[in-house]
């Protein structure tokens, strides 16, 4: 015997126009039928071939331009956006500090999960570091030297520093993940990457890292990336 709460959970619902259009243009973008960077149909026409009014379609373009799939401009008809992990990591920023700031041990775990990531990165570029990827890792350092007192260019050179050491897994998620979590990091508190008193000793360590890459000494390259992120993290929470 079916009970009225079975019931109940087992009723169908039917769904607005919008979300049906919504499903419409979902397929027409997985099927390619709309490619990245193609110009979307205009609401006339997604109104005839769907048979809906202006309204629903409207709001099935506004949620796909939301979830970043289009981007819709004043005055242009929208477009389809290239889909890609940076572009699914950057739609999800606004979620990340929310949860950064939702909890204090949060960014503790963010800030561990980068240190394990990165004790990967590492080790994979010791495997396929060539001669010029260390001769640019290098420049990076002696880049970030120049900039000593410059807080601004010598995060952005440090967040290029280990965006090289992500390239070399050769892996877009992987790259894309590495290049959120230093934006969520470098967004919460510049203090997290950036200490004026600590920049001699990050050139110190970021030196140490290219010099056992450079030797093919996997243990040692792993071992200083984790002093390395280890005493940045210890470092802050002594002036937090």
Not at 51 to 56: I, K, N, S
Not at 117 to 140: H, N, P, Y
Request: charge should be negative; glycine fraction near 4%; aromatic fraction near 4%.
């Amino acid at each position: 015997m079916i009970s009225a709460q079975d019931s109940n959970d087992d009723r169908i619902v039917k769904k607005k126009l919008s979300d049906q259009v919504l499903e419409r243009l979902h397929d027409m973008i997985r099927s390619h039928e709309l490619k990245p960077g193609d110009y979307m149909p205009s609401e006339r026409a997604l109104m005839e071939r769907f048979g809906v009014g202006r309204p629903a379609v409207r709001e099935a373009l506004q949620s796909l331009h939301n979830n970043g799939l289009i981007t819709i401009s004043h005055g242009e008809r929208s477009r389809v956006n290239e889909i890609n992990p940076a572009t699914v990591l950057h739609q999800s920023d606004e979620l990340a500090r929310l949860v950064l700031s939702s909890a204090p041990g949060n960014l503790d775990h963010l800030k561990h999960a980068r240190q394990m990531f990165e004790m990967g990165m590492v080790r994979v570029a010791v495997e396929k570091a060539k001669t010029e990827d260390i001769a640019d890792l290098r420049k990076l350092v002696e880049r970030q030297r120049e900039e000593l007192g410059n807080a601004t260019a010598f995060i952005s050179i440090d967040m290029a520093f280990h965006r090289k050491l992500a390239a070399f897994c050769d892996n877009p998620i992987i790259l894309s993940v590495s290049d959120a979590m230093l934006g969520w990091l470098f967004e919460y508190h510049v203090s997290l990457l950036h200490r004026s008193d600590s920049e001699e000793i990050t050139l110190l360590e970021h030196a140490k890292i290219i010099d056992h890459i450079e030797a093919r000494d996997t243990d040692a390259a792993i071992e200083e990336m984790r002093r390395h992120l280890e005493r940045s993290r210890v470092a802050f929470e002594r002036h937090e």
